[in-house]
């Protein structure tokens, strides 16, 4: 394996600067007449994601799709075939259509289920809120299923992995979303993976319920602990820029080379002094990249939120935009979303869902948690990502191996889940016990 072209030490003066940045700040800032109500703002919209205590443990799911000729040549947004005419062959089955203001399809829904396109035309389902993982994976098959039934006459498939398995990131053509056009030139700009991270990969993304605030920073913080485990044990991305990968864990590294302002950890989230007014200055102290604008829908803005708010209170929706434009490897909306895991086939998607929901669902593994991850500071967590990337199962995270601490969270998990349920995490456990990733499997 080669050595990381990220310098340890440069990774952690990013997060450092990140925590100068964040921490400077006082909330009655004199520039900034309506800070103190836009933290509070901000505040309200995570606290309107608190659940009524005992509610159902739900999950939702998100997987990413990269659309594939059956030789690996790249699909596009346009032309014939492309992602734009299978956007409007399933609207028959999801009525409810997204367009752009020139007409352009990009995205079709129905109730509990969103078929939205990322910058590459990326193909991802969104679905749920789940109470039970039979339903989930049901869902995600059902769409698959529709999916490939048009896809498969056009000599074209879906491919469940974590980066496109031919293609350079610059070689895809963007879709036509005005807000991605800014942001592939923004993020080209801030480092070399921005790039690569918008056009090149596919990701599952896991959300969690929270029925207090205490809860959700607990789970907050504790799955930031995990990320780097989760980002390993859904490693499933064999080629990069069309080559075979130089490290395990290209996700983590993409994400570390796209925006240090907006990726990673959030400063202090770690801390269990953190609190929802943190999380806001961290929001508000961020530069915006975009802002709604009559004109042009979305116009380019290189100003921190607090400055373009700073004298008047935000709305609901421009709270939602400015919350939707951090990257970090969890995010907070009004639910807890877990980001670091590949996209992956059905069966490993679903068992990496059932990992969360056995985890974070029981107080009991709450607890064993924080014994275990309590103390887990910043340094400690870029640590563990180098040394996971470069060693996967034999590298440490927090004074312990990868493999002792994956055996511990599946052991928790299946503690953590319904009897009925635990046949659904058995694809994951068995790559966790024979200490392989499927992007192992593939590179083999």
Same mark, same amino acid.
């Given at each position: 394996?080669?050595?990381?072209?990220?310098?340890?030490?440069d990774?952690?003066?990013?997060?450092?600067?990140?925590?100068?940045?964040?921490?400077?700040?006082?909330?009655?800032?004199?520039?900034?007449?309506?800070?103190?109500?836009?933290?509070?703002?901000?505040?309200?919209?995570?606290?309107?994601?608190?659940?009524?205590?005992?509610?159902?443990?739900?999950?939702?799911?998100?997987?990413?799709?990269?659309?594939?000729?059956?030789?690996?040549?790249p699909?596009?947004?346009?032309?014939?075939?492309?992602?734009?005419?299978?956007?409007?062959?399933?609207?028959?089955?999801?009525?409810?259509?997204?367009?752009?203001?020139?007409?352009?399809?990009l995205?079709?829904?129905?109730?509990?289920?969103?078929?939205?396109?990322?910058?590459?035309?990326?193909?991802?389902?969104s679905?749920?809120?789940?109470?039970?993982?039979?339903?989930?994976?049901?869902?995600?098959?059902?769409?698959?299923?529709?999916?490939?039934?048009?896809?498969?006459?056009?000599?074209e498939?879906?491919?469940?992995?974590?980066?496109?398995?031919?293609?350079?990131a610059?070689?895809?053509?963007?879709?036509?979303?005005?807000?991605?056009?800014?942001?592939?030139?923004?993020?080209?700009?801030?480092?070399?993976?921005?790039?690569?991270?918008?056009?090149?990969?596919?990701?599952?993304?896991?959300?969690?319920?929270?029925?207090?605030?205490?809860?959700c920073?607990?789970?907050?913080?504790?799955?930031?602990?995990?990320?780097?485990?989760?980002?390993?044990?859904?490693?499933?991305?064999?080629?990069?820029?069309?080559?075979?990968?130089?490290?395990?864990?290209?996700?983590?590294?993409?994400?570390?080379?796209?925006?240090?302002?907006?990726?990673?950890?959030?400063p202090g989230?770690?801390?269990?002094?953190?609190?929802?007014?943190?999380?806001?200055?961290?929001?508000?102290?961020?530069?915006?990249?975009?802002?709604s604008?009559?004109?042009?829908?979305?116009?380019?803005?290189?100003?921190?939120?607090?400055?373009?708010?700073?004298?008047?209170?935000?709305?609901?929706?421009?709270?939602?935009?400015?919350?939707?434009?951090?990257?970090?490897?969890?995010?907070?909306?009004?639910?807890?979303?877990?980001?670091?895991?590949?996209?992956?086939?059905?069966?490993?998607?679903?068992?990496?869902?059932?990992?969360?929901?056995?985890?974070?669902?029981?107080?009991?593994? &709450?607890?064993a /948690?924080?014994? %275990?991850?309590?103390? +887990?500071?910043?340094?400690?967590?870029? !640590?563990?990502? *180098? @040394? $996971?990337?470069?060693?996967?199962?034999?590298?440490?995270?927090?004074?312990r191996?990868?493999?002792?601490?994956?055996?511990?969270?599946?052991?928790?998990?299946?503690?953590?889940?319904?009897?009925?349920? &635990?046949?659904? /995490?058995?694809? %994951?456990?068995?790559? +966790?016990?024979?200490?392989k990733?499927? !992007?192992?499997? *593939? @590179? $083999?």
């Amino acid at each position: 394996m080669t050595a990381f072209p990220q310098p340890y030490a440069d990774t952690l003066s990013r997060i450092a600067a990140k925590e100068r940045r964040a921490t400077r700040e006082n909330p009655q800032r004199p520039d900034q007449p309506a800070r103190a109500s836009n933290i509070a703002a901000i505040v309200s919209f995570y606290e309107s994601g608190i659940k009524p205590s005992g509610a159902d443990e739900r999950i939702g799911i998100e997987l990413e799709h990269i659309i594939v000729h059956d030789d690996g040549r790249p699909v596009s947004y346009s032309g014939e075939h492309g992602v734009e005419e299978l956007l409007g062959l399933l609207v028959k089955e999801y009525p409810r259509t997204t367009c752009d203001p020139q007409g352009d399809l990009l995205g079709v829904a129905r109730p509990g289920e969103a078929v939205t396109i990322e910058p590459a035309a990326q193909l991802e389902l969104s679905a749920g809120p789940f109470s039970d993982l039979d339903t989930a994976r049901a869902a995600f098959l059902s769409f698959e299923q529709h999916v490939d039934a048009i896809l498969g006459p056009w000599g074209e498939r879906l491919c469940n992995v974590g980066y496109h398995p031919t293609a350079k990131a610059r070689s895809l053509e963007l879709i036509p979303k005005r807000r991605y056009q800014f942001m592939n030139m923004y993020l080209g700009e801030r480092d070399s993976e921005g790039v690569c991270m918008m056009r090149g990969s596919a990701s599952t993304q896991v959300s969690i319920d929270f029925v207090s605030v205490p809860d959700c920073l607990r789970k907050l913080r504790l799955a930031f602990s995990l990320c780097p485990l989760f980002a390993l044990m859904a490693d499933n991305a064999p080629m990069f820029e069309g080559q075979p990968r130089t490290h395990q864990m290209m996700r983590t590294s993409m994400w570390q080379h796209t925006d240090p302002d907006r990726c990673g950890l959030v400063p202090g989230a770690l801390d269990p002094a953190f609190t929802l007014e943190d999380y806001a200055s961290y929001i508000l102290d961020t530069p915006a990249i975009l802002v709604s604008c009559t004109t042009n829908q979305w116009c380019f803005e290189d100003r921190t939120f607090g400055q373009i708010y700073a004298n008047r209170t935000m709305t609901p929706a421009e709270v939602e935009h400015a919350v939707s434009m951090f990257f970090t490897d969890v995010r907070l909306k009004n639910y807890v979303e877990i980001r670091p895991a590949d996209s992956m086939p059905i069966p490993f998607a679903i068992a990496y869902a059932a990992l969360v929901k056995g985890v974070f669902y029981s107080d009991e593994n &709450l607890e064993a /948690l924080d014994e %275990l991850l309590g103390t +887990v500071t910043d340094e400690d967590y870029v !640590a563990a990502q *180098e @040394s $996971l990337m470069q060693n996967g199962y034999d590298g440490i995270i927090y004074g312990r191996t990868a493999a002792e601490l994956a055996d511990t969270v599946v052991a928790l998990a299946k503690q953590g889940l319904a009897q009925d349920e &635990l046949g659904h /995490l058995v694809p %994951l456990e068995e790559l +966790v016990s024979q200490r392989k990733t499927l !992007a192992d499997l *593939e @590179s $083999l």
